[in-house]
């Protein structure tokens, strides 16, 4: 529902499901910095995964929604969409693609729950992906490094130098030191070391993040997300699912695009508009989120995400993370999959990849050394660029 939509008073359209949709059924590859599979058939093989965790046919499938960013650019691959249903063998079905940069993920699960919530599918099939390693480093540079405003772009101003400079700012402005926004990463490393899924399993400590390569300052190369190939998928329903996980809401709000034309550096208007809207529709707040998946492309975003959801009071996410509470055993445990950081990111995967790691947590399918203990309620926020888009998605277990 947009912001337009709600000033005017427009009703919502789930209002016409007595229970809201629910995810049958998820699944994922790998993410690794290579896989040699077409980039179609990493989409094709987390889409038979959800199916099969849902215990569904093909044919179940009504709508098809494929989260991706740059195809052409990386793959020279176009219509995703109507290639992955002649894949699943789906004739008849609505299927379209959805680019929304970085978050093109949660936007292809927002578009699947709405198709649902609308009365449009009875099964949506929400799949994201992307296959980087076909570009070697100085291309995927570009690629990236288009997504910024135009007159940023044309300045050299790339994402990590944007993270660099949020991240010196926070220093500055609050108590945290370099060692508390490097356990960021630290901790993220430490989770993704159980995760099969993961690029990195790979533990490290704070003086290998801060003796790694300089990237844009103070930030390092463990500060900062890898590239990587990966693929996932959700299966959204209205029909009565057991032991489903419910979407209490799936919203997103748009931010300023130039980050020079923002008021203060540290500001990502565009995640706390989202998880107002979504607190709104789900009828919950901050309070009542047990498990976060959090958009950490750079360590700082963490923190800055984390206080504009009101997971953090304003300044003080950091103190969360130098006492452990943002860790798998914690009060709050935030990115326990690895986050962008250590499970990968596929760009148009990611947003997909942290709703699976949040039905996994909520449904109680994973290991000991894996799991949140009795988290019922789950919040992931997926952001385009340095924030100009961003979609939050709530998750509740079924009582």
């Known amino acids: 529902m947009t912001a337009q939509h709600r000033d005017a008073g427009v009703p919502d359209a789930s209002l016409g499901l007595d229970d809201p949709p629910a995810i049958a059924g998820v699944g994922m590859t790998e993410f690794a910095s290579a896989d040699d599979r077409p980039l179609i058939d990493l989409l094709l093989a987390a889409a038979e995964r959800a199916l099969d965790d849902a215990e569904c046919d093909a044919s179940t499938v009504d709508s098809v929604h494929v ?8 793959n020279e691959r176009s ?45 949506a099939l929400a799949v994201g992906g992307e296959k980087m390693s076909s ?23 790339t994402l990590p130098s944007f993270g660099g400079l949020a991240a010196a ?3 500055d402005a609050h108590d945290a030191d370099r060692r508390d926004l490097a356990r960021i990463s630290v901790k993220n490393h430490a989770n993704a070391a159980a995760n099969e899924y993961a690029q990195f399993r790979k533990r490290i400590d704070v003086d290998d993040v801060l003796d790694s390569p300089a990237v844009a300052s103070p930030l390092r190369l463990y500060d900062c997300c890898p590239t990587s190939d990966g693929a996932a998928a959700v299966l959204i329903t209205a029909e ?12 997103s709000a748009t931010g300023t695009h130039a980050v020079a034309d923002r008021t203060d550096p540290l500001d990502i208007e565009s995640v706390r508009l989202a998880g107002e809207h979504a607190y709104e529709t789900a009828g919950f707040g901050a309070e009542a989120i047990d498990v976060a998946c959090i958009h950490d492309a750079f360590s700082i975003l963490e923190w800055l995400e984390m206080e504009e959801l009101g997971l953090a009071p304003e300044g003080e996410a950091w103190r969360l993370t130098r006492d452990g509470e943002t860790e798998l055993d914690g009060a709050l445990p935030v990115n326990p999959g690895g986050g962008l950081k250590a499970r990968g990111h596929p760009l148009g995967a990611t947003g997909v990849s942290q709703v699976v790691e949040l039905v ?16 019922e309620r789950g919040l992931a926020v997926n952001v385009a660029g340095f924030g100009n888009n961003a979609v939050c998605t709530l998750l509740e277990a079924d009582a």
């Open 360 to 375: 996994w947590q909520l449904r109680g399918d994973l290991p000991e050394d894996r799991a949140v203990e009795g988290a």
């Open 79 to 123: 219509g995703l969409a109507n290639a992955l249903t002649g894949s699943l063998g789906l004739t008849g079905v609505t299927a379209r693609r959805i680019e929304n940069t970085s978050a093109s993920g949660a936007s292809a699960v927002q578009s699947a729950f709405e198709a649902v919530a609308g009365g449009h599918s009875t099964y």
């Open 169 to 171: 700012a926070y220093l």
């Open 67 to 74: 989260g991706n960013m740059a195809a052409e650019a990386f």
């Open 135 to 157: 570009a070697d480093t100085a291309t995927a540079t570009e690629i990236i490094s288009r997504i910024t405003h135009d007159r940023e772009y044309e300045q050299g101003v």
């Open 240 to 251: 009565p699912t057991p032991d489903a996980v419910s979407v209490a809401a799936c919203e």
